[in-house]
């Protein structure tokens, strides 16, 4: 089976553009998860869906950031306006089903550099 | 204090050698264990996941929870160069598929 893909896998911008990151999840996943790393410090969680809805958000740094996941397949992250601490790689993994122990598996991450 | 923590390394271990990873939490509501392997530029690849105190083996992995110590590790034994890579830990926050990454080790196996 095909594996979470994500694009682009790096996109360059200036302060103050927009960006839109996608992910496609592995089919027949329901839950869907975004995930950033800035530089030198560890990965952390943005936000997780279940399906088309939004399960928990937590993570979500401000209202410049917004996710959507239409329908319940694949998902989008907007980042408007970009600021540079948002540079960093914007990961996106999938489970079939929610729960503590439920695996997540990972796309290989857009590399986002706002310059 | 963080809620996942590692060393960062690097840890250098020769080839055929057993590499020893650590991973200690703060959050007793994370009850589910996760070890990812990560190279450079590419996605963190699930290797292990750890629920029930004790150990579990798979291969030349084994992982090993502490509930009591708050304390997760990591064993590969005959260390392979393939294997040097970045290892991170996860807990999952509270059973509701929110991982808490630790910052992960750098491991490098010298030939």
């Known amino acids: 089976e095909a594996g979470v893909t994500q694009f682009p896998s790096h996109s360059v911008i200036e302060k103050g553009q927009t960006v839109t990151l996608r992910c496609d999840p592995i089919s027949g996943h329901d839950n869907l998860y975004w995930y950033r790393r800035v530089m030198g410090k560890e990965i952390k969680f943005l936000l997780h869906f279940v399906k088309e809805s939004k399960q928990d958000e937590s993570g979500m740094p401000n209202n410049r950031f917004l996710a959507e996941r239409t329908g319940g397949t694949y998902s989008t992250l907007k980042v408007q306006p970009a600021e540079l601490e948002d540079s960093g790689v914007y990961f996106c993994?999938?489970?079939?089903?929610?729960?503590?122990?439920?695996?997540?598996?990972f796309g290989d991450g857009t590399r986002l550099s706002i310059l | 204090q963080k809620e996942v923590e590692q060393n960062s390394g690097p840890l250098s271990v020769p080839e055929g050698a057993i590499a020893s990873l650590n991973c200690t939490y703060s959050d007793r509501g994370s009850q589910s264990f996760f070890w990812y392997r990560q190279y450079s530029g590419k996605s963190p690849e699930l290797i292990m996941s750890i629920y029930s105190n004790g150990d579990k083996e798979d291969g030349r992995f084994t992982a090993q929870l502490n509930k009591a110590s708050q304390y997760v590790s990591l064993l590969i034994r005959d260390s392979q160069p393939s294997d040097s890579a970045t290892y991170l830990c996860a807990g999952d926050y509270n059973q509701g598929g929110k991982l808490i990454f630790g910052q992960g080790t750098e491991l490098s196996v010298k030939p």
């Open positions: 993994a999938s489970s079939r089903y929610r729960g503590g122990n439920q695996p997540q598996h």
